[in-house]
Structure formats: structure tokens, C-alpha cells
């Protein structure tokens, strides 16, 4: 099943844009943001959250039988 990933977009009363990626971890939301910003305009902060940390690597369980 493919893992879902959502970008919220935000534009706030001084016309500013605020984008959160949810559902990705490590700096692949960095490459997502700045595809999008690339149309948009210029990056003028981020902040990232602890996902950004996380490792990139699927997060499946495992089971062994012995």
C-alpha cells in the first residue's frame, strides 16, 4: 500500500504562504518544498519538525520464524 503524504497550504493575511509536508520524514520534504516554492517564490524560513530527523527507511515489521 502506498504511504500517503500530504502538503497543507496556508496564506495568511499578509499574502505569505506556510506549507507543512505531513507523511514524509527526513530531507525528502526539503526537495517537496522546494519544488513547490520554486513556482511560488522565494523560501524565506523553515522549520523543521522532529519527522525531518526520523530515518528515510521504511518502516515495516518484521517477522521471523524459527
Given at each position: 500500500?502506498?504511504?500517503k503524504h500530504e502538503?497543507?497550504i496556508v496564506?495568511?493575511?499578509e499574502?505569505?504562504?506556510?506549507l507543512?509536508?505531513?507523511?514524509?520524514?527526513?530531507p525528502?520534504?526539503?526537495?517537496?518544498?522546494?519544488k513547490?516554492?520554486?513556482?511560488?517564490?522565494?523560501?524565506?524560513?523553515m522549520?523543521?519538525k522532529?519527522?525531518?530527523?526520523?530515518?528515510?527507511?521504511?518502516?515495516?515489521?518484521?517477522q521471523?520464524?524459527?
Amino acid at each position: 500500500m502506498p504511504v500517503k503524504h500530504e502538503i497543507e497550504i496556508v496564506i495568511n493575511p499578509e499574502g505569505e504562504v506556510e506549507l507543512e509536508i505531513k507523511g514524509m520524514t527526513g530531507p525528502s520534504c526539503v526537495t517537496e518544498i522546494e519544488k513547490f516554492a520554486s513556482g511560488v517564490g522565494e523560501i524565506k524560513a523553515m522549520d523543521k519538525k522532529s519527522e525531518f530527523y526520523q530515518s528515510t527507511q521504511s518502516k515495516s515489521q518484521t517477522q521471523r520464524r524459527t
